[in-house]
């Protein structure tokens, strides 16, 4: 059995509502649910960016269902969105109207192209083209 894709990717954050802004203008996610402790934003093709509050989820979560385990994190982690060579000037003149700086431009050996920059929390985050990887 193998797994079909990553479902889930888990942002820590001081500002989970200036931080989902932030996705919002640069990416256009659509929220799928906000509370004060998460905003779960819609990632493209059945995924899920989640923006924790860092600190509220290391003790878990009781729900109806059953019990979420407790998780963290810290410091500048990454995240890549995969986007179409094509729209790679587009995406670089998008962030330029919005105030982002591109902090690394890399051309891989495959081909693809990744354009890196910092969200407001100070991760990592990636655009990414086909040819990044050998399975993208």
Do not use: K, N
Not at 22 to 45: H, I, K, Q
Not at 83 to 101: C, Q, R, S, Y
């Amino acid at each position: 059995m193998r797994p079909r894709r990553i479902l889930e990717t888990a942002l820590y954050c001081d500002d989970v509502a200036e931080t989902a802004r932030f996705y919002r203008r640069l990416l256009g996610l659509t929220p799928l649910f906000e509370s004060d402790r998460l905003v779960a934003m819609d990632g493209g093709e059945g995924t899920v960016l989640l923006l924790f509050r860092r600190g509220h989820t290391r003790g878990g979560l009781g729900t109806s269902g059953g019990f979420v385990p407790g998780h963290d994190g810290s410091g500048p982690v990454h995240l890549a969105f995969a986007i179409e060579a094509p729209d790679v000037p587009a995406w670089e003149a998008h962030m330029h109207d919005l105030g982002i700086t591109i902090e690394s431009r890399v051309t891989w050996a495959e081909g693809g192209t990744s354009l890196y920059f910092r969200d407001p929390e100070g991760h990592s985050v990636e655009l990414a083209t086909p040819g990044t990887w050998p399975t993208y």
